[in-house]
């Protein structure tokens, strides 16, 4: 569309000019191409305000959209989270059940044994005994051996009733957990539903905005335009990291860091990306909701959607040192939480209207950007 516009622009001024030195007779017949050509223009010109203007409602709707998809995707996260917590519980509460069993056969053993054991000494008598007057020695030593026998089968059997109470309560809470487990599980479908519909309004909206792209010249301004409006974004940043005094940086961090998550590299640090456009960061294969980790501790200075660049966050590690992650599903951490190295900060996926699942990643030192393989084995 651009290509055309500026072939009709060329055919003008090359009219103009015939028009100029042509005999008067000529004149007329040079002056309705001229108008015609002009008509095109303005044409072609009111063609590409429109597929602008489409392309911006388009890039809102994607906008919205990853949005909601990444909603749902920390819904979902925390959900699984939920059921891993009340599962681990359950086996837990099981195991203890398990113990308790054993324990309460255990006791039941002992007060049969003790029981059998006052039947064969004729603990019947123990009344007679009582209530006679007599006071031999031999009468005082049955009687406190028949005491010493109550008391033990007493005890026996407040701790028998103590382990009942307490099987009772686990396999009620255990009922309790396997109740909820199974809410938590109708929700987990619920949140997968939503997430999927989610996805499937975004697939719609990039296959709509692909057809808006029309040519490798589009393809360059387009990505001329995103890479323009992150570095002022990152010089915003940049500004607000100077203010920073407690963080000590990367500088004596080289070779180092772990990467912020296992996967392929894709696109190098200064590869070619489009036109004379080069890579500021490294493109990096991911799995659709894999951790993201911070490569060091920071404060996180950015957290929301960037045009070309999808759910971002970036993380100020203090003496100028930023890092930058983009193309999340969700990001995990808001602007002003404090992050330790490791941590989970976002999970990975394909926002910005990427294709497939990715990472973008990058250092930026003092709001430029350097290769990060310096901090990485």
């Given at each position: 569309m651009f290509a055309k516009l500026i072939t009709l622009i060329m055919q003008l001024l090359l009219l103009i000019s015939v028009v100029i030195a042509m005999p008067s007779n000529a004149y007329q017949d040079e002056k309705k191409q001229l108008d015609s050509v002009k008509s095109e223009i303005k044409t072609q010109r009111a063609t590409i305000k429109q597929i602008d203007s489409k392309k911006e409602k388009l890039e809102k709707q994607l906008r919205t959209n990853e949005l909601a998809i990444s909603e749902a995707a920390k819904a979902l996260a925390t959900t699984n989270q939920k059921k891993s917590d009340i599962k681990q519980q359950i086996n837990t509460l099981n195991a203890d059940i398990k113990k308790t069993n054993i324990q309460k056969q255990q006791q039941e053993s002992v007060l049969a044994k003790q029981l059998k054991t006052a039947y064969a000494s004729g603990q019947h008598d123990y009344l007679k005994m009582l209530l006679s007057q007599e006071a031999s020695q031999d009468t005082q030593r049955t009687l406190t051996y028949y005491q010493y026998l109550n008391e033990a089968r007493v005890t026996a059997i407040d701790s028998f009733k103590e382990t009942i109470i307490k099987l009772r309560n686990l396999e009620q809470e255990a009922q309790q957990q396997q109740a909820l487990l199974a809410e938590v599980l109708t929700q987990q479908k619920f949140e997968q539903e939503a997430l999927k519909s989610k996805q499937k309004e975004r697939k719609q909206t990039i296959a709509q905005l692909n057809k808006k792209i029309l040519s490798s010249e589009e393809k360059l301004a387009k990505l001329l335009a995103e890479e323009q409006y992150l570095a002022a974004e990152i010089q915003r940043l940049a500004e607000l990291a100077k203010r920073s005094t407690q963080m000590?940086?990367?500088?004596?961090?080289?070779?180092k860091l772990k990467w912020p998550l296992k996967g392929r590299i894709m696109k190098n640090f200064g590869a070619r990306k489009q036109g004379y456009l080069k890579w500021k960061g490294i493109l990096m294969r991911a799995n659709l909701g894999q951790t993201v980790n911070a490569i060091h501790g920071g404060k996180v200075l950015f957290s929301d959607w960037l045009k070309?660049?999808?759910?971002?966050?970036?993380?100020?590690?203090?003496?100028?040192?930023?890092?930058?992650?983009?193309?999340?599903?969700?990001?995990?951490?808001?602007?002003?939480?404090?992050?330790?190295?490791?941590?989970?900060?976002?999970?990975?996926?394909?926002?910005?209207?990427?294709?497939?699942?990715?990472?973008?990643?990058?250092?930026r030192y003092q709001g430029k950007a350097v290769n990060p393989r310096s901090w990485f084995n």
């Open positions: 000590n940086g990367l500088a004596k961090l080289k070779k070309g660049y999808g759910l971002v966050t970036v993380v100020d590690h203090g003496k100028g040192y930023m890092s930058l992650y983009g193309h999340n599903q969700a990001l995990l951490k808001s602007v002003g939480d404090t992050v330790e190295s490791g941590e989970a900060i976002a999970l990975a996926g394909q926002s910005g209207g990427q294709a497939n699942p990715s990472l973008y990643f990058e250092i």
